[in-house]
T-cell receptor, first 114, second 116 residues
Framework: AQKITQTQPGMFVQEKEAVTLDCTYDTSDPSYGLFWYKQPSSGEMIFLIY??????QNATEGRYSLNFQKARKSANLVISASQLGDSAMYFC???????????FGAGTTVTVRA | DAGITQSPRHKVTETGTPVTLRCHQT?????MYWYRQDPGHGLRLIHY???????DKGEVSDGYSVSRSKTEDFLLTLESATSSQTSVYFCAISEPPTGTLYNEQFFGPGTRLTVL
């Protein structure tokens, strides 16, 4: 069964605007971690932000923030003040407790327009 | 940046030939992983290793084998390559978390494999 669902294959956003990337997950484990990675056209995987299931506050890292809604099992990534360099594919991933493996979603391609 | 290299970076081979991809790390991380990336599927785990000579299967392990004879090297072998194994292959490393759910995986640059 798919553990991570990213329903937006592609999105366009205007430079300097904010964009929200959707991620829903499925787990029965009360302990889990959620990760977002960025993959630019050059291909490398860049870690962006992490949210633990017990974290009380939404994670933030610079222009990235994670809108964590535990009851809805969603962990949406918000990129504020988009820049041309934000054009990339973004992956949501989850790790359940006692399991070191990451389960990835299919990814969302973001294109930032000038 | 974590010291992870993959070789080769690009390879074209023919159906039925054996192929070995190498992942090398200089971080002394205990855990190593092989993923494949395909459009519409994100990254899917093929095999992983939790120590020297300790490996386990991931969700798409059929047709692949792995070996890890020393901490720094993790080899992925396609015994008899098929066109369905055309993909981008990523190696990743991590340390086991201690008292936390957080354990970032660091990824290598990827290997683009084409099976004709």
């Amino acid at each position: 069964a798919q553990k991570i669902t990213q329903t937006q294959p592609g999105m366009f956003v205007q430079e300097k605007e904010a964009v929200t990337l959707d991620c829903t997950y499925d787990t029965s484990d009360p302990s889990y971690g959620l990760f977002w990675y960025k993959q630019p056209s050059s291909g490398e995987m860049i870690f962006l932000i992490y949210q633990g299931s017990y974290d009380q506050q939404n994670a933030t890292e610079g222009r990235y923030s994670l809108n964590f809604q535990k009851a809805r099992k969603s962990a949406n990534l918000v990129i504020s003040a988009s820049q041309l360099g934000d054009s990339a594919m973004y992956f949501c991933a989850m790790r359940e407790a006692n399991d070191y493996k990451l389960s990835f979603g299919a990814g969302t391609t973001v294109t930032v327009r000038a | 940046d974590a010291g992870i290299t993959q070789s080769p970076r690009h390879k074209v081979t023919e159906t039925g030939t054996p192929v070995t991809l190498r992942c090398h790390q200089t971080e002394n991380h205990r855990y190593m992983y092989w993923y494949r990336q395909d459009p519409g599927h994100g990254l899917r785990l093929i095999h992983y290793s939790y120590g020297v000579k300790d490996t386990d299967k991931g969700e798409v392990s059929d047709g692949y084998s792995v070996s890890r004879s020393k901490t720094e090297d993790f080899l992925l072998t396609l015994e008899s390559a098929t066109s369905s194994q055309t993909s981008v292959y990523f190696c990743a490393i991590s340390e086991p978390p201690t008292g936390t759910l957080y354990n970032e995986q660091f990824f290598g640059p990827g290997t683009r494999l084409t099976v004709l």
